[in-house]
């Protein structure tokens, strides 16, 4: 078997897709193309229909995840969900998107034993926040969604969101965090790469929580992570998101499996080519 996919979005330098996706490929003997195209989101429309639908498949990242939406023929129940979708199968000319991304923060938690469950602490409230907190909620989770004082208004839209699907929330800033945590999940950009010297919260707030889960996956231990685990807690990094959503995205294309044997292998393969890519001296 043979094909042709690729990641859209913009800008789209330093994916790590194409790694991933390329290596799950090649565990089912498929030989493909996997190619990044930078759209802009002004040139996501009608005119870039017959570059997408030469494709057998895509993913989707940032900002076009809900853009694609009104392009697609349709698009399934986790996708309508959060109003994103960052996969498309092309079955026929057709185009049919999906979102994998809670998959991958529930695989990526199971595979490491952190259930997710009573009370989980969000920071952030942004578009990994809504998925993270979406799925916490759904699963039953009593939420504290934690902000920058000046996002509380942001934090408070996604509270009514959860409770309006039935879940239970309460906001505050970053720096006035207080209470006992099953569960910290970082979903702010805060650690990332370049500045991998900082963390959303220290180790007061840390010292509250049985685990932590950081959305961030470059660097592999990031700040946050690096103090969680110097406090013993169950730690959980973003590359194994990032490969469990491409798992399920192969599971949409062509049904395919894979063993957690497989995908741990690639969730290191992945951390060793971010660190050639970005930290090699
Ligand atoms: P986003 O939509 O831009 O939201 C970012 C959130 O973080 C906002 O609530 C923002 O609050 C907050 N924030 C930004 N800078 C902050 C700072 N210095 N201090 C405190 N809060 C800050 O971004 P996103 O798409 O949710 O992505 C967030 C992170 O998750 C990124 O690092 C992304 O790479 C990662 N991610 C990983 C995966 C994975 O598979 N591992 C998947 C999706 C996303 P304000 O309103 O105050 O700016």
């Known amino acids: 078997m043979t094909g042709n996919f690729a990641v859209i979005g913009h800008p789209i330098g330093h994916t790590m897709s ?13 030989d493909v193309q996997y190619s990044a195209l930078d759209i802009y989101p002004s040139s996501l429309s009608d005119s870039i229909f017959h570059t997408l639908s030469s494709l057998d498949g895509f993913n989707v990242t940032i900002p076009h995840k809900e853009a694609i939406i009104p392009l697609l023929s349709g ?8 109003n994103a979708v960052n996969c498309v199968r092309n ?21 490491n034993g952190v259930s997710l469950s009573g009370d989980v602490l969000i920071l952030g409230a942004g578009g990994a926040a809504r998925t993270l907190a979406r799925e916490a909620s759904d699963n039953g989770c009593h939420l504290t969604i934690a902000v920058r ?17 039935g879940g239970k929330a309460e906001v505050t800033s ?5 209470g006992r945590f099953n569960l910290c999940v ?5 650690g990332m790469y370049p500045n991998t010297d900082n963390a959303a919260v220290g180790t007061a707030v840390l010292s509250k929580c049985s685990a932590v889960f950081d959305a ?13 685990k110097s406090l013993g807690l ?26 957690a044997d497989e995908v741990s292998k690639i969730i290191i393969e992945a951390n060793v080519e971010m660190e050639r890519i970005f930290y090699a001296k």
């Open 18 to 30: 194409p790694f991933i996706h390329k290596k799950l490929f090649s565990l089912k003997g498929i």
């Open 75 to 82: 698009i399934d129940e986790s996708a309508q969900k959060y």
């Open 91 to 111: 079955d026929g000319g057709k185009l049919y998107g999906c979102s994998t991304d809670a998959y991958g923060f529930t695989k990526a938690l199971e595979a």
């Open 149 to 165: 004082s000046t996002s509380i208004e942001k934090a408070n839209e996604l509270k009514s969101w959860l409770s309006a699907n």
């Open 174 to 178: 970053l720096d006035k965090i207080s």
């Open 186 to 190: 970082n979903a702010t950009p805060v």
């Open 216 to 228: 961030v996956y470059n660097p592999n231990e990031t700040k946050l992570l690096k103090l969680a």
């Open 234 to 259: 169950k730690c959980v990094g973003g590359m194994e998101m990032l490969v469990w959503q491409a798992v399920k995205a192969h599971e949409f294309w062509y049904n395919a499996k894979f063993s």
